[in-house]
C-alpha cells in the first residue's frame, strides 16, 4: 500500500509538472515606459509644440506656458550684460590716474611735488581700482541674473523625457495648468514592448531573469522572443500566481501595445538568445 501510494503521488507531481511544461498564459503588452509629463509651475498653455500621436525624442519640446513677462526681463538683463560703458569708463579713470601717480613721483624725488600731492594720486588710483573692480563684478552679476531668467523661461517650457510616442494631450492652449491639474501630455516609449503575465509558482520558478521565452501575439499571428526582465520573488497569496515582466524587441513598431500576447512555457532558457532578441534595445 505504501509503494502504491507513493508512487500515485510521483505519478500525479509527474503530471502537473508536464502540465506546466506544455501549458501557455495568457498577458498583455504594455510601454516600456508610460510617463505623465507635468508642468514644475502654474500659468497658462501658450503653445503646443505637438500633437496626439506625434514621435518625441528625449528632451524635444512639447509645450510652454506662458513667458511674456519673463522674456523682457531677459531683453533687459542681456541688454545688462551687453553694456560695457561703466567698465570702460571705469578702467579709463583708472588709466588716468595712474599716468599721474608715475608722473608726481618722479617729481616729489626731486622736490618738485609734495607729499601730499603723492599720497593724493595714490589714494585716486586705489579708489580707480576699486571702481574697475566693481564694475567687473556688476557684469559678472548682470550676467548670473541673465542665466536665472533664462532657466525660469525653460522651467516653463514642458519637454520629452524620453524617446516615445504623444500618447494623449490634457491641456489646450491658453488653458490654465493649476498645482492640482499640471500634467499636459503623457509620453510612451514603445521599443521595447513591456509583456506581464500572471504564472503558477511552478511555471514562474522555470523561468530566471534575462532569460528568453516564445511568445505569441494572436491577432497579428507574430511569434517573438522575449527577454524576462522581472520574476516577482512572492507568490500573491489570493490568487496563488507569480507576476512576470517580459520585454519585446519592437525597434521597428512591428507590434501594438496593449494586445493579447500569450506565453509558452516550453523551451524556457536561462540565457538570451542574441540573434532572437535585441537587448541593445533595451534603454531604461
Known amino acids: 500500500m505504501r509503494n502504491f501510494l507513493s508512487h500515485s503521488v510521483i505519478t500525479i507531481a509527474a503530471l502537473a509538472t508536464a502540465a506546466v511544461r506544455g501549458a501557455s498564459f495568457d498577458g498583455f503588452t504594455e510601454p516600456f515606459h508610460k510617463i505623465e509629463v507635468a508642468a514644475s509651475e502654474t500659468g497658462t498653455v501658450a503653445q503646443l509644440m505637438v500633437r496626439e500621436g506625434d514621435r518625441v525624442t528625449k528632451g524635444q519640446a512639447l509645450a510652454t506656458l506662458d513667458n511674456d513677462v519673463l522674456e523682457v526681463s ?140 516564445d511568445l505569441e501575439l494572436p491577432e497579428s499571428g507574430a511569434k517573438v522572443r522575449g527577454k524576462v526582465e522581472f520574476v516577482a520573488p512572492v507568490t500573491e497569496a489570493e490568487s496563488g500566481t507569480v507576476r512576470v515582466k517580459v520585454l519585446i524587441d519592437n525597434a521597428n513598431g512591428a507590434y501594438r501595445c496593449g494586445i493579447r500576447c500569450v506565453l509558452s512555457a516550453e523551451d524556457a532558457k536561462k540565457a538570451p538568445a542574441e540573434k532572437d532578441f535585441n537587448a541593445g534595445s533595451i534603454q531604461k
Not at 94 to 113: F, M, Q, S, V, W
Not at 121 to 134: E, G, S, W
Open 74 to 213: 531677459r531683453e533687459i538683463a542681456t541688454a545688462n550684460v551687453q553694456a560695457k560703458g561703466k567698465l570702460d569708463s571705469a578702467i579709463a579713470e583708472r588709466e588716468l590716474r595712474k599716468t599721474r601717480l608715475e608722473r608726481i613721483e618722479p617729481l616729489r624725488a626731486e622736490g618738485h611735488a609734495s607729499q601730499e600731492e603723492v599720497d593724493r594720486a595714490t589714494t585716486d588710483l586705489a579708489v580707480a581700482d576699486a571702481n574697475c573692480r566693481a564694475a567687473r563684478e556688476q557684469h559678472q552679476l548682470d550676467e548670473l541674473e541673465r542665466k536665472k531668467i533664462e532657466a525660469m523661461i525653460e522651467r516653463r517650457t514642458l519637454r520629452s523625457p524620453i524617446d516615445g510616442y504623444v500618447l494623449k494631450l490634457q491641456k489646450d492652449e491658453r488653458e490654465f495648468v493649476s498645482a492640482n491639474s499640471a500634467t499636459v501630455a503623457t509620453v510612451v516609449q514603445l521599443d521595447p514592448l513591456r509583456a506581464v503575465f500572471s504564472l503558477p509558482t511552478a511555471a514562474a520558478a522555470k523561468l530566471t531573469v534575462d532569460g528568453t521565452v
